[in-house]
C-alpha cells in the first residue's frame, strides 16, 4: 500500500503539472473569481471550500492520537496536516506513504492509557469541533445541491485546470480519508469496516469521530 501511495502521489504531480486540460491560473478567469470568493457558480464554491474543510479533518483523524495510536511512530503528521491546508492530497499522500501499518500497534486494552490533551490536540478532539465541521458541510452540500448547475461545473471542469485539479484532489482526499479510518479504526479497537464511511465525503469521517466513545 506505501508504495501504491507513493506512487499515485507521484503519478498526481505529473499530471497536475503536465497533463492537466484548460487554462492555467496565470490566465484563468475561474481560478481568480475563487480565489476571491467571487465565483458564481455554488458547485464551484462548494468544492473550493470543502478542499478547506477536508485538512481540517485529516487534523482531527491523525492530530488526536492515544499514546497506543502513536505507539512507535516516528513520523510526525502535523507538518504534512499543516501543508495540506494549501497542497491537499499532495501534502497528505507523502504522509501515508511513509508510514508503514506494520509499525502502529494494535489496539491492546491492557496498554490504554488516558493522555491529556492540550493545545490543537485538544480542539481537535473535541467533539463540538466535529459538529462544526459537520455542520458547515452539509451547509454548503444543500447551498450547492439546491442553487448549483452540475454541468456548469463540468463545464469549469474541463476549461481550468484549477478545476481540474482541484476536483481529482478532492476525490483523492475521500479515499484517503477511507484509509485513515481504516488505520485509526485498527490501532483504536474499533471495526474496520467504518473505512467505508470514508467514502462519505467529509461527513463520513466526520460521523465516525462523533461517534468515538471517549
Known amino acids: 500500500m506505501t508504495y501504491m501511495l507513493g506512487l499515485l502521489w507521484v503519478a498526481f504531480i505529473a499530471y497536475a503539472l503536465f497533463m492537466a486540460p484548460g487554462n492555467s491560473p496565470a490566465n484563468d478567469p475561474i481560478f481568480k473569481e475563487l480565489l476571491t470568493l467571487q465565483s458564481r457558480e455554488p458547485w464551484l464554491l462548494t468544492v473550493f471550500s470543502w478542499l478547506g474543510i477536508f485538512p481540517a479533518v485529516f487534523a482531527c483523524i491523525l492530530l488526536r492520537k492515544s499514546k497506543v495510536a502513536s505507539k512507535g511512530q516516528r513520523i510526525p503528521a502535523w507538518p504534512f496536516v499543516l501543508f495540506s491546508f494549501g497542497l491537499g492530497a499532495f501534502a497528505l499522500l507523502p504522509y501515508f506513504a511513509l508510514i508503514s501499518p506494520s509499525r502502529t500497534g494494535m489496539h491492546d486494552?491492557?496498554?490504554?492509557?488516558?493522555?491529556?490533551?492540550?493545545?490543537?490536540?485538544?480542539?481537535?478532539?473535541?467533539?463540538?469541533?466535529?459538529?462544526?465541521?459537520?455542520?458547515?458541510?452539509?451547509?454548503?452540500?444543500?447551498?450547492?445541491?439546491?442553487?448549483?448547475?452540475?454541468?456548469?461545473?463540468?463545464?469549469?471542469?474541463?476549461?481550468?485546470?484549477?478545476?481540474?485539479?482541484?476536483?481529482?484532489?478532492?476525490?483523492?482526499?475521500?479515499?484517503?480519508?477511507?484509509?485513515?479510518?481504516?488505520?485509526?479504526?485498527?490501532?483504536?479497537?474499533?471495526?474496520?469496516?467504518?473505512?467505508?464511511?470514508?467514502?462519505?465525503?467529509?461527513?463520513?469521517?466526520?460521523?465516525?469521530?462523533?461517534?468515538?466513545?471517549?
Do not use: C
Not at 463540538?128 to 450547492?144: D, E, K, N, Q, R
Not at 448549483?148 to 485546470?161: L, V
Open 109 to 214: 486494552p491492557a496498554q490504554s492509557v488516558k493522555q491529556s490533551k492540550r493545545g490543537v490536540s485538544r480542539v481537535v478532539s473535541h467533539k463540538l469541533t466535529h459538529l462544526i465541521l459537520l455542520f458547515l458541510t452539509i451547509g454548503s452540500a444543500l447551498y450547492a445541491l439546491t442553487e448549483g448547475n452540475p454541468d456548469r461545473f463540468m463545464d469549469a471542469f474541463y476549461q481550468s485546470s484549477f478545476v481540474h485539479i482541484m476536483t481529482i484532489d478532492f476525490v483523492v482526499l475521500t479515499l484517503l480519508s477511507a484509509y485513515a479510518i481504516f488505520r485509526d479504526a485498527r490501532v483504536n479497537g474499533r471495526t474496520r469496516s467504518w473505512a467505508w464511511v470514508g467514502l462519505l465525503p467529509l461527513a463520513g469521517p466526520l460521523l465516525y469521530l462523533i461517534t468515538e466513545r471517549k
